[in-house]
């Protein structure tokens, strides 16, 4: 094999490779979690995030409420760490889109990282984002403060 054949076929590799992990990751289902609204918050319970295989958990899941104009998403760092994002680009407000460690945005493709945090504009500040505190199995995103 030549060196021209081996860096194409090499480049050829490496696209299937990223191409077939991001359709992987994008295939896994999302989870959605109704939580119950409180007077400050919003909660979760902590078993959302448990998949039918023991001491597996999903990265995120996407809490919904009628009373919220957009989505939060829930990140899951540890059985102690968790981030909640606002799912509302900061660059024009479009709802976000989740696709495994990251949020992007559909209509000018701003994405951020699983901490909120703008990686690629247009978008040039970071996403809202809410304290989480845990209380036995039930996580509690408080929506006063952001």
């Given amino acids: 094999m030549n060196r021209k054949e081996f860096i194409v076929k090499s480049c050829a590799a490496c696209i ?6 991001t359709i992987v990751s994008s295939c896994a289902a999302t989870q959605f979690a ?3 609204l409180t007077k400050d918050g919003i909660l979760i319970d902590v078993n959302e995030f ?4 023991k001491d597996k958990y999903r990265l ?5 409420n009628e009373a919220l104009l957009f989505p939060i998403c829930v990140y899951r760092f540890s059985d102690t760490d968790y981030a909640a994002l606002w799912m509302q680009c900061a660059h024009q407000g479009a709802e976000l889109n989740v696709a495994g460690d990251y949020l992007q945005c559909p209509a000018h493709g701003s994405e951020y990282s ?9 978008a040039d500040r970071d996403l ?3 304290p989480v505190t845990l209380n036995n199995n ?3 995103i408080d929506l006063r403060k952001a």
Avoid at 16 to 21: D, E, F, I, K, N
């Fill in 16 to 21: 299937g490779a990223t191409a077939l992990s």
């Fill in 34 to 36: 109704n939580g119950k």
């Fill in 50 to 53: 448990a998949l039918k295989e």
């Fill in 60 to 64: 995120y899941i996407v809490v919904r």
């Fill in 114 to 122: 699983n901490r909120g945090k703008v990686t690629n504009g247009p």
């Fill in 128 to 130: 809202r984002t809410f």
């Fill in 138 to 140: 039930q996580i509690f």
